[in-house]
């Protein structure tokens, strides 16, 4: 089992950034990918960027260049970032971060987080 706890969403006007945060705990060593995927009003949830346990990223065509995905690894928890930058109204949603684990196909998910830029 894998329990993820995210933060940092909040209320940001258009052009400003945020960070969220993804704290992943449990069988932290079967993660083979973590990432944040976001739902906005009305649409189906889809991916926002993803990164390997060999920091390998991808990126949704509609966020290159604007935010960056991250990790890194303490003794007990694997922590995934994502630094949003130059933030639009169209990028308003639930974030929620991922950690997939391969060898047993499951996917995990985080509560989720409310983003909302205003124009």
């Known amino acids: 089992q894998v329990q993820l706890v995210e933060s940092g969403g909040g209320l940001v006007q258009a052009g400003g950034s945020l960070r969220l945060s993804c704290a992943a705990s449990g069988n932290i060593f079967a993660i083979n990918r973590m990432g944040w995927y976001r739902q906005g009003p009305g649409k189906q949830r889809e991916l926002v960027a993803t990164?390997?346990?060999?920091?390998?990223?991808?990126?949704a065509d509609s966020v290159k260049g604007r935010f960056t995905i991250s990790r890194d690894n303490t003794k007990n928890t694997v922590n995934t970032y994502l630094q949003m930058n130059s933030l639009k109204p169209e990028d308003t949603a639930v974030y929620y971060c991922n950690a997939r684990v391969v060898v047993v196909n499951i996917d995990y998910w985080g509560q989720g987080t409310q983003v909302t830029v205003s124009s």
């Open positions: 990164i390997t346990s060999g920091g390998s990223t991808n990126y």
